[in-house]
């Protein structure tokens, strides 16, 4: 069957031309550079084997014929697309060339509307903090986040703690930190003046749409890869889970704010990313590679 791979979260690049994403590698040329992102690969292929085993259990069983010693062995032939910007990556794509960049691939359309207490708001500056879906019951950096707070009065804090956290677990908070479980993410980004984000493509993409710097604190998965693309693009600050102290948040925040190259970045991406169309070029790849246009007029 004919297929495409479409990386909605970074794409995993394992020709070592980059640091592969579940590192905090920033983007370096050279030897040595390039030993370093191929030890980095052997690593992931091997934290990755349980995973592989079972992918090739099953291909054995259904009778395809896949070198697991090329870990590009099932990569789509006909087209790969990511959501992750040109201007946000790296300076070189994956050698292929079905590699296509698009942008972010959503519109803000089908969100869950979610209650929010926007009279709650006051109209101070506005620093969004979520720690995304799936590592959103991180009770003691959200509590970081809240005792923080208490030196920054100039802020209104939003925090979006999930369905793991009661927000009761962080106990009293200052009178400039609203807590809610869920937000309308879009919406409260365009108000927002920083985003205190886990590093999750999808927030940090709408940060960038949003023209909103980010502090950002990298957990799992590909975080440490788009964490690293923040520092590296200057749209923002990273800091490492363990240290999120209130004091390391204040300081990160304060940078932040205080430094004008970090909005004038973001500006620019989110120029950059305005300028482009995701899911337009997306469905355009799409079309091309499955003939699509060309059925449709056929059956017209």
């Keep these: 069957m004919p297929f495409v791979h479409v990386s909605n979260a970074l794409h995993v690049d394992y020709t070592g031309r980059t640091p592969i994403c579940f590192t905090d590698w920033h983007d370096e040329t050279g030897v040595d550079a390039l030993a370093r992102n191929i030890e980095g690969i052997r690593r992931t292929r091997k934290l990755l084997e349980p995973v592989t085993a079972v992918a090739e259990s099953y291909a054995t069983e259904v009778g395809l014929s896949v070198d697991w010693n090329n870990p590009h062995s099932t990569l789509s032939p006909l087209a790969w697309i990511t959501q992750c910007p040109r201007e946000f990556d790296f300076g070189y794509a994956p050698d292929f060339p079905q590699f296509h960049y698009a942008g972010p691939l959503h519109d803000g359309r089908g969100r869950i509307d979610f209650d929010f207490p926007w009279q709650q708001l006051t109209g101070e500056p506005i620093l969004y903090a979520s720690m995304g879906t799936l590592q959103n019951g991180l009770a003691d950096i959200f509590r970081s986040i809240t005792q923080a707070a208490i030196g920054l009065k100039e802020l209104q804090f939003v925090l979006a703690v999930g369905d793991q956290l009661d927000p009761r677990q962080l106990g009293a908070v200052p009178a400039n930190v609203v807590v809610v479980s869920h937000a309308p993410q879009i919406e409260v980004l365009r108000r927002s003046s920083l985003c205190i984000t886990h590093a999750g493509l999808n927030t940090a993409l709408e940060s960038l749409s949003a023209g909103v710097p980010m502090v950002a604190l990298p957990i799992t998965n590909d975080q440490p890869g788009v964490a690293a693309r923040i520092a590296n693009k200057k749209v923002g600050v990273v800091i490492s889970p363990h240290q999120a102290s209130p004091e390391n948040f204040v300081t990160a925040i304060k940078q932040v ?24 070029i997306a469905t355009d790849i799409l079309e091309r590679t499955f003939d699509l246009e060309e059925r449709k007029q056929g059956a017209a």
Excluded: C, E, Y
């Design 257 to 280: 704010h205080g430094d004008p190259t970090f909005r004038n970045n973001v500006q620019r991406m989110q120029k950059a990313i305005r300028g482009t169309d995701g899911l337009s």
